[in-house]
């Protein structure tokens, strides 16, 4: 909104240059995001006390020490991420790009759906939220949206591809089968960020970590010098999705600061899907979506733990972790939950150094 309101004036005020460089609006969308959530965030937390009372169900076969450590914590704190990204990202972005809104309906969409099922988690007073079935067939609708909106805008040879890692030059010609690939995608890191949010701060950082990174692919792939440079796909305007990111990294910040160990509030899953799902839409529009397994790898590792624990039961009636997803695993094992989560910090900033040197190994 303030790029196109005032970089028109830039003819006449020097001053508003500065908003044709995605560096300063992407800057300008960290802090504000930032400044949001650290003005909301108390009000918010309070009026959720005040309404959730005992807060967050617990799950009663989870470890044992959440039941005294977590109860009585409110959730839906998605709601302090979510309005600080949106109110930056309407401010800074350039409101004329495509992808910009496709991002922000799947961001949208899946916060929307997230709240459904924390709502009745809570009126409830139940764990179990949402139905799978409901849940699964909005996360597919909407996605479904987002996918065909991508292929339609984008022009070939990047329309209905796949970019490949490591591999200069390489786009996978899917089609049409780009719209269900795309919709798995998203699906799946929506689903993927959920199921990492476990502890407090544990999703939220790599979150952060996996923004950073895409907020940097965003302005290499849409900046054509930079992309030419380093052998990667170019994609005409996707280099706004630089300040939708920066918006989520100050968002994060913010909500960690009411989300840091003992937690006041839980993203719960409208902050969970919306950010998930925000991650794998943004992979599909800069052709970066096997990079995003890279960079998100902490989200593959707790997902495929759950996978594998689930289909080992079935099959053998044995488990292979103690508890899934992984990190509760390592809480069974007696590490500390600050151990826990600083380490998959550790182990998510790795990744994301691993994902970024397919930007220039090729």
Not at 297 to 321: D, M, N, P
């Amino acid at each position: 909104m303030l790029y196109n309101l005032l970089y028109p004036l830039a003819d006449d005020y020097q001053v508003f240059n500065l908003f044709k460089y995605l560096t300063f609006r992407t800057g300008g969308a960290v802090l504000t995001a930032l400044v949001v959530a650290f003005l909301i965030g108390p009000g918010l937390i309070q009026w959720l006390r005040k309404w959730q009372k005992q807060g967050q169900p617990i799950r009663a076969d989870g470890p044992e020490s959440h039941l005294l450590t977590k109860k009585g914590t409110p959730t839906m704190g998605g709601f302090l991420i979510l309005i600080a990204l949106v109110v930056a990202t309407l401010l800074w972005a350039d409101l004329r790009s495509h992808y910009v809104w496709i991002v922000l309906l799947v961001t949208l969409g899946y916060g929307l759906l997230g709240f459904l099922d924390d709502f009745l988690k809570v009126s409830k007073k139940n764990p179990k939220g949402l139905p799978g079935k409901a849940k699964l067939a909005g996360q597919i609708s909407i996605a479904l949206v987002a996918a065909w909106w991508v292929y339609a805008i984008q022009r070939e040879p990047l329309a209905g591809s796949l970019a490949v890692p490591f591999l200069k030059g390489v786009l996978l010609q899917l089609g049409w089968f780009f719209i269900p690939f795309a919709v798995f995608v998203i699906i799946g890191a929506s689903n993927a960020v959920n199921l990492t949010d476990g502890l407090d701060g544990l999703a939220i950082v790599p979150v952060m970590i996996a923004a950073g990174v895409f907020a940097l692919i965003s302005y290499l792939v849409g900046h054509a010098v930079f992309a030419n440079y380093l052998q990667i796909h170019y994609v005409p305007g996707s280099g706004e999705l630089a300040v939708f990111c920066g918006a989520l990294v100050g968002a994060g910040l913010g909500f960690l600061w009411f989300n840091a160990p003992p937690a006041m509030v839980f993203m719960g899953d409208t902050g969970s899907l919306s950010m998930g799902g925000a991650l794998g839409a943004i992979s599909v529009v800069t052709k970066h979506e096997l990079v995003l397994a890279i960079v998100g790898g902490l989200f593959v590792l707790e997902t495929v733990s759950v996978i594998v624990q689930v289909a080992s039961f079935k099959l053998t009636g044995k488990r292979v972790f103690r508890m899934a997803p992984l990190h509760h695993h390592f809480e069974k094992k007696g590490w500390a939950e600050p151990t826990v989560v600083i380490r998959f910090w550790i182990i998510a900033g790795i990744l994301a150094l691993v994902g970024l040197s397919t930007l220039k190994l090729r």
